[in-house]
């Protein structure tokens, strides 16, 4: 059974995300997005990680980016999970003054925070605050996370929905670190479209630079679907971009494109190529 | 007196950088982000805004990015400002376990955090979590924020400079509800590049659409300094891009690119263009 490490405690969309991908895992919760890289890839204590990349409401997840830079595992496939918040609070819980949740989490609610004039209180997880509360028999707090959460630490639903915007979805990426087997790609090529790839690179700070790479992609129709730049952290505003496109590694036109690129870059690094998820 | 808001309490760095522009100014600190931006747009509390846009390790501030998209207001500024961490505890504090700070300050001393085996807890406010360990006498508590707010607070610095990285720099924008009057901007065109522009646009999610908007800048020569996508939170993974680029929008080549770009993109928001700082 396969062994998959995800961020928060249980109940966390994380962990939602893993299941779906892997029906039948065997789950491993982890502190840290960091702790969830280690697992798999130094103690060997997981096959496969679940990692957030991206939420349709508030963008990129910073930390995720900057790990997928030093990891040498990869990327072998993504998941959509729907986030639907609930507020949850202990049985007898009354006037509620305080909302415990993850910023991201209070920031997708915060029309409805403000709206019933919650004071909002960042923990670390979703999970982890339904966790807390509990254990700390707070009755004048609640806190903000899905509906497995609540039933999972079997705590009372108060409202459910409270997100400000319904289509909210976080992007997930499933990594693993043995070699792609290739298993299943066979199709590539005609089937292009049904792929993704993910690459890094980053390039010198000349007029153009990143035209002119962006535009071997352009030139052979290769569909760009994300943009993404993070600080290189050595040098002040100078930037590692993640781009993701439609097409496998094994397609030629990709191919040339990778081939393109090389001496227009000072770094590329292909995170891998996998399978687009069904978007639900 | 020019009337200054913040994010943060006394001694936030928002502070610092809005004295290094404005050495004079009536400053006010406010809690939220939003509540800046209401203090000059809806008030009229605030005559500017000073907020910060992007931190040389951790990357962009996404809330910001959503607030430049709704503002009627220009930029007219930008500041660096150096960050340098202090490990703050209350006068007789011993055998510290625990860390506050904002969740950005934490992961800029992650390093260090770990090293002495401290507990990390989110705060909203760099500034605001020394106040808090003050006001609640806690002793085995730290905060990390800025010398300042050591100061201003009256509290010990137990270790300074812990930074993981010492070239951590945060890049602010100064926003004004007034049209700019282009003053001083007389010298743009052949002094182009002591200028920048921030612009925001939207592109319809076709194979080169980004491809050919960037060649519109790359082909007048004009270097883009950033560019920085953001969900357009109406459709998921629809995407608003910010792009900042040397040159103003009196210069004959930017007027062009402007022009140039508009039918192919559904949304372009100018922001402003303004002197480049000093980097320091």
């Known amino acids: 059974?396969?062994?998959?490490?995800?961020?928060?405690?249980?109940?966390?969309?994380?962990?939602?995300?893993?299941?779906?991908?892997?029906?039948?895992?065997?789950?491993?919760?982890?502190?840290?997005f960091q702790d969830v890289f280690d697992a798999a890839e130094n103690s060997g204590s997981a096959d496969y990680v679940v990692v957030p990349v991206e939420n349709s409401i508030e963008g990129s997840v910073n930390e995720i980016y900057d790990l997928l830079l030093q990891t040498k595992m990869s990327v072998i496939g993504e998941v959509y999970q729907r986030v639907r918040h609930c507020l949850i609070a202990n049985k007898g819980a009354k006037k509620i003054k305080h909302?415990?949740?993850?910023?991201?989490?209070?920031?997708?609610?915060?029309?409805?925070?403000?709206?019933?004039k919650l004071e909002p209180v960042p923990a670390y997880d979703t999970a982890g605050?339904?966790?807390?509360?509990?254990?700390?028999?707070?009755?004048?707090?609640?806190?903000?996370?899905?509906?497995?959460a609540a039933e999972l630490y079997d705590m009372q639903i108060l409202d459910e929905g409270?997100?400000?915007?319904?289509?909210?979805?976080?992007?997930?990426?499933?990594?693993?670190?043995k070699k792609v087997s290739g298993?299943?790609?066979?199709?590539?090529?005609?089937?292009y479209h049904h792929y993704k790839t993910s690459i890094i690179f980053s390039v010198k700070h000349v007029p153009g630079a990143l035209f002119g790479i962006i535009g071997e992609f352009a030139v052979r129709g290769i569909n760009l679907t994300k943009i993404e730049s993070r600080p290189t952290k050595e040098t002040p505003w100078e930037y590692n971009f993640y781009?993701?496109?439609?097409?496998?590694?094994?397609?030629?036109?990709?191919?040339?494109?990778?081939?393109?690129?090389?001496?227009k870059t000072s770094y590329v690094k292909i995170l891998g190529s996998y399978r687009k998820a069904d978007f639900r």
């Open 162 to 177: 409270i997100e400000d915007r319904k289509n909210n979805y976080t992007r997930f990426l499933v990594l693993s670190p």
């Open 129 to 148: 605050a339904v966790k807390m509360i509990k254990e700390n028999k707070m009755i004048d707090s609640a806190a903000i996370a899905s509906r497995r």
């Open 183 to 191: 298993k299943g790609d066979a199709k590539a090529g005609k089937y």
């Open 1 to 32: 059974m396969a062994r998959v490490a995800f961020q928060g405690e249980r109940g966390a969309y994380g962990e939602m995300a893993a299941l779906q991908y892997f029906p039948k895992a065997r789950l491993a919760p982890k502190k840290s």
């Open 243 to 263: 781009v993701d496109f439609e097409g496998h590694v094994q397609d030629k036109s990709v191919q040339e494109a990778l081939r393109s690129i090389k001496p």
């Open 99 to 116: 909302v415990y949740s993850h910023p991201q989490a209070l920031a997708q609610c915060r029309g409805y925070v403000q709206k019933k």
